[in-house]
């Protein structure tokens, strides 16, 4: 009875989820390390943006909390330890294939990429949002039609459009589909992956706003991917910044924003434009990056 309090108790402190030593690396050369040494934690109820241009191993981190790694990469080391509500600390690398299965969707939920390619063409949206209401929570007929109208509401899109296709909604609508699919079970914890792509900036406010709103009606944990630091600035509680596979510095939002002190991050504020359009631009110099001594990870980094 001793080790079920203090294990509740545990669970109740823990975050909701929390990567430790995380390795990746293609199976044929398990030395080149894709993801090196990850660790970060994702608090109940706030947003952690992982942050780094293309390359740096940030959907990658994303597909191994998922379990969802190509069959060409293996996780060489670390835990992912998701609190669950219900069983307490599960390190979700050691579940097999069916576990991962029933948390995925349920628990823990993702959003793709691109939403056209993510999307089932040959599908209704409405049967697609469908899909994890019956495979874990067991709806059928009228009350899942009910639910499907209902979140398709929730996400700005008329319940009608539930028999729709794919290509018959707009970049936008795409998206929301996408979350309206994400959140049909009420997952603890929601992982973004650039949900915002190759959106217009009317659009990418609006689904911001939307998830935002999403996070805190419902309480979850959310891990936000992206390379765009206006969109840290509008969402993050905390930030992640990595590197070519590692996290380079790590913080609340104002420090990392207000106080970078890695200069890697320091390089990528200097690429964002400022609103008056006076600041001037400067592309990313790694050779200086690998001269500053600032950050010892920096030059090891990039002399890998």
Same mark, same amino acid.
């Given at each position: 009875?001793?080790?079920?309090?203090?294990?509740?108790?545990?669970?109740?402190?823990?975050?909701?989820?929390?990567?430790?030593?995380?390795?990746?690396?293609?199976?044929?050369?398990?030395?080149?390390?894709?993801?090196?040494?990850?660790?970060?934690?994702?608090?109940?109820?706030?947003?952690?943006?992982?942050?780094?241009?293309?390359?740096?191993?940030?959907?990658?981190?994303?597909?191994?909390?998922?379990?969802?790694?190509?069959?060409?990469?293996?996780?060489?080391?670390?835990?992912?330890?998701?609190?669950?509500?219900?069983?307490?600390?599960?390190?979700?690398?050691?579940?097999?294939?069916?576990?991962?299965?029933?948390?995925?969707?349920?628990?823990?939920?993702?959003?793709?990429?691109?939403?056209?390619?993510?999307?089932?063409?040959?599908?209704?949206?409405? @049967?697609?949002?469908?899909?994890?209401?019956?495979?874990?929570?067991?709806?059928?007929?009228?009350?899942?039609?009910?639910?499907?109208?209902?979140?398709?509401?929730?996400?700005?899109?008329?319940?009608?459009?539930?028999?729709?296709?794919?290509?018959?909604?707009?970049?936008?609508?795409?998206?929301?589909?996408?979350?309206?699919?994400?959140?049909?079970?009420?997952?603890?914890?929601?992982?973004?992956?650039?949900?915002?792509?190759?959106?217009?900036?009317?659009?990418?406010?609006?689904?911001?706003?939307?998830?935002?709103?999403?996070?805190?009606?419902?309480?979850?944990?959310?891990?936000?991917?992206?390379?765009?630091?206006?969109?840290?600035?509008?969402?993050?509680?905390?930030?992640?910044?990595?590197?070519?596979?590692?996290?380079?510095?790590?913080?609340?939002?104002?420090?990392?924003?207000?106080?970078?002190?890695?200069? @890697?991050?320091?390089?990528?504020?200097?690429?964002?434009?400022?609103?008056?359009?006076?600041?001037?631009?400067?592309?990313?110099? @790694?050779?200086?990056?690998?001269?500053?001594?600032?950050?010892?990870?920096?030059?090891?980094?990039?002399?890998?």
């Amino acid at each position: 009875m001793t080790v079920d309090l203090q294990t509740k108790q545990l669970a109740n402190t823990a975050p909701l989820l929390q990567l430790e030593h995380v390795s990746i690396s293609p199976k044929k050369t398990p030395s080149r390390l894709l993801v090196n040494d990850v660790s970060f934690a994702i608090e109940v109820g706030k947003t952690t943006c992982v942050v780094g241009e293309s390359g740096s191993g940030k959907s990658l981190t994303a597909l191994a909390i998922m379990g969802l790694l190509s069959k060409q990469l293996q996780l060489n080391s670390g835990k992912v330890l998701f609190n669950d509500a219900d069983k307490g600390i599960v390190d979700l690398t050691t579940l097999d294939a069916e576990s991962l299965r029933k948390l995925r969707g349920d628990k823990i939920a993702m959003i793709f990429q691109e939403p056209m390619t993510s999307l089932n063409p040959v599908l209704t949206v409405g @049967y697609q949002i469908g899909e994890s209401l019956t495979t874990h929570l067991g709806f059928k007929g009228e009350r899942l039609k009910n639910k499907i109208a209902s979140l398709l509401e929730m996400v700005g899109i008329p319940p009608g459009r539930a028999n729709s296709y794919p290509d018959e909604l707009s970049g936008g609508q795409r998206q929301r589909v996408m979350i309206a699919m994400s959140i049909a079970c009420e997952p603890s914890l929601l992982i973004a992956d650039e949900p915002t792509t190759a959106l217009d900036v009317t659009v990418q406010a609006q689904i911001l706003k939307l998830l935002s709103d999403l996070k805190t009606r419902m309480n979850m944990g959310m891990l936000f991917i992206t390379h765009d630091f206006g969109v840290v600035a509008d969402i993050a509680d905390n930030v992640v910044v990595m590197f070519r596979g590692q996290i380079v510095e790590s913080g609340t939002r104002e420090q990392v924003l207000s106080n970078p002190q890695h200069p @890697y991050t320091k390089a990528l504020l200097a690429c964002v434009p400022d609103a008056e359009g006076e600041k001037m631009l400067k592309p990313i110099d @790694y050779a200086w990056l690998a001269g500053e001594q600032t950050g010892a990870v920096a030059a090891e980094v990039i002399h890998e």
